[in-house]
């Protein structure tokens, strides 16, 4: 019988890992039979007939496209991200603490304490309508994908709750069954209203907003229209792409009838379900879940302004562009129509990232990773900056999880006068607290909770979600657990609790009590690549500059 092992990665001369295991993986559920495989092509050096170990080439010979994706088998009740080291990443950077002086604060050793550092934040600041939010990070867009609609009340409760952005993701009227249509456009969406309504039953009116997304499907649909007639929404994000991958949104359908229906409102579906042959094969078991795809748009400079001035015509009073990880060409493209179009936020996505669905290679190879994208974004700010032009605010999304890479996202994009990123764009790590939450839940229900959890935290909800009573205080006329969603207060706990509190905490050891503070000198980078990639000095540069000039 095959031994089946995972191979440890190997290292480079300087100690790089390489990704040489180009025929298993995690995301795909494949391996290898033997750990010395061949460098080059990822399998084993001795492939043999009678090794019953589904390496991807061997997954692929009875699954095909299925094992471009992550495992079909989770899809709904799974994320999934790069798996590849691109050899640069958040902790390449160190934050620099201060002693001498504050900024933001009084240097009184009775203000200065980290529970009055001020992590609220604004995005659209120079719009007539800004819009403030408590913490600098949004809730990015969750569409259509199977796992953003099943957490979705604890989704909205907890951003709310939290009082950020909430971003409504593409192709949620489009998929909806229930949505009805007069000459192509959605005239009714249940799903998108209780989208919506699940956001403002927390909202406290003051700190942040509902965004509703929109794709060229969603455009074409007239899902904006809708949106911002009926529903009440004034806050509309274009997209033109995400870091995950640099094709359309994708979404995997296990009801025939649905595939259908998705083909006759204009999407693309695969394979055709309105083939007879692949009718019965579906019938039959041969394949289990439909793909439908979003198409991608080509944006134009003037269609795009023109398309801004339209939405504003229509009451949108803040608009928002999320974008992916492409060529630096795009990049320039996208600022100098960010910068023209004046708009309020534009989310740079990285590649490496996460997804609901999104094919494996091209997470893994395609795209521009989140660093190398960001500093050719903060290229471009300066460049527009010198030449007196209309710098949009920027957020920046690509795997953030804590509050040390946020802080250094926004240190990396001081220009000189604070940072132009407002916002971190979060999606994995919200839906992990509110499936956790969920879950934890539900096993407290049926008293399955793990045995060394239960005794340091509690059996119940309402002793293990730490936040549970100052929740329960804030909505009196709402119960936990019925009208309040525990993952929501899991959310609003991780955000609010975890994330908040750590980066009053970095404020604080760096003497910058105010996020227009915090500023690029924050940051050493402590490899070669991170300073060649971004122009943030190394602590040796550091060091041999500023020491000779105080002595």
């Known amino acids: 019988m095959p031994v089946l092992r995972e191979c440890p990665p190997p290292r480079g001369a300087e100690g790089e890992t390489l990704n040489v295991i180009e025929n298993a993986r995690s995301t795909t559920d494949t391996k290898v039979r033997v750990p010395d495989i061949n460098p080059i092509s990822g399998m084993c050096p001795i492939c043999v007939d009678d090794c019953n170990v589904l390496c991807e080439v061997a997954k692929s010979c009875f699954r095909g496209r299925e094992v471009l994706y992550p495992s079909t088998e989770y899809f709904g009740r799974s994320t999934a991200s790069s798996n590849k080291d691109f050899f640069i990443d958040w902790s390449h950077f160190q934050i620099m603490s201060e002693l001498l002086t504050a900024k933001g604060i009084p240097e009184d050793s009775d203000l200065a304490f980290f529970e009055n550092a001020d992590i609220t934040t604004v995005v659209g600041s120079s719009s007539k309508r800004p819009i403030r939010m ?38 949620v009227c489009g998929m909806d069954s229930n949505a009805v ?77 649905k595939a259908i229906d998705l083909k006759k409102r204009g999407y693309l579906v695969l394979p055709d379900p309105e083939d007879p042959d692949v009718q019965k094969a579906f019938k039959d078991g041969a394949f289990r879940s439909f793909e439908r795809h979003s198409r991608v748009g080509f944006p134009k400079y003037d269609g795009f302004l023109e398309d801004v001035d339209e939405l504003r015509s229509k009451g949108v009073k803040n608009v928002f562009l999320k974008t992916g990880a492409f060529k630096p060409e795009v990049v320039a493209f996208t600022m100098k129509c960010a910068s023209d179009a004046k708009l309020d936020l534009v989310t740079f996505d990285g590649a490496g990232a996460g997804t609901g669905m999104s094919p494996v290679p091209m997470m893994n190879e395609m795209s521009t990773p989140g660093i190398y994208l960001f500093s050719q974004v903060i290229q471009c700010a300066k460049l527009l900056k010198e030449q007196g032009r209309f710098v949009p605010d920027v957020s920046f999304a690509g795997g953030f999880v804590n509050e040390t890479q946020i802080y250094k996202a926004l ?31 539900d096993l407290a229900a049926e008293g399955k909770l793990p045995p060394k959890f239960a005794r340091q935290y509690g059996e119940n909800p309402e002793q293990f979600f730490i936040s549970a009573p100052e929740i329960a205080k804030r909505f009196p006329g709402k119960k936990l ?10 959310l609003y706990t991780y955000w609010h609790g975890r994330i908040g509190e750590g980066l009053k905490q970095l404020m604080a050891g760096t003497r910058k009590f105010k996020l227009p503070c915090i500023e690029r000198g924050d940051l050493v980078s402590l490899t070669k690549r991170a300073h060649e990639a971004t122009g943030v000095e190394t602590l040796e540069m550091r060091a041999a500059r500023v020491i000779k000039e105080i002595l």
Not at 192 to 216: A, E, M, P
Not at 481 to 490: C, F, Q, R, S
């Open 411 to 441: 240190a990396l994009s001081d220009l000189g006068d604070g940072p132009i990123v407002k916002s971190i764009g979060m999606a994995r790590t919200p839906l992990l607290a509110a499936m956790k939450g969920r879950n934890f839940t």
């Open 481 to 490: 657990g019925k009208d309040i969603p525990w993952g929501g207060v899991g």
């Open 134 to 171: 408590s913490m600098p990070v949004h809730l990015a867009g969750l569409g259509s994908t199977a796992i953003a609609k099943n957490y979705w009340a604890e989704l909205a409760s907890g951003a709310a709750m939290t009082g950020v952005c909430q971003v409504i993701g593409e192709n």
């Open 181 to 257: 249509y007069s000459n192509g456009k959605v005239q009714d969406s249940p799903d998108l209203k209780h989208r919506v309504d699940s956001y403002n039953d927390f909202w406290d009116g003051k700190n942040g907003r509902i965004v509703l997304q929109t794709n060229i499907e969603d455009a074409r649909g007239g899902a904006d229209d809708y949106a911002v007639s009926k529903l009440g929404v004034d806050v509309v994000e274009r997209k033109w792409g995400q870091g995950a991958k640099a094709i359309g949104g994708e979404v995997r359908v296990g009801d025939l009838a």
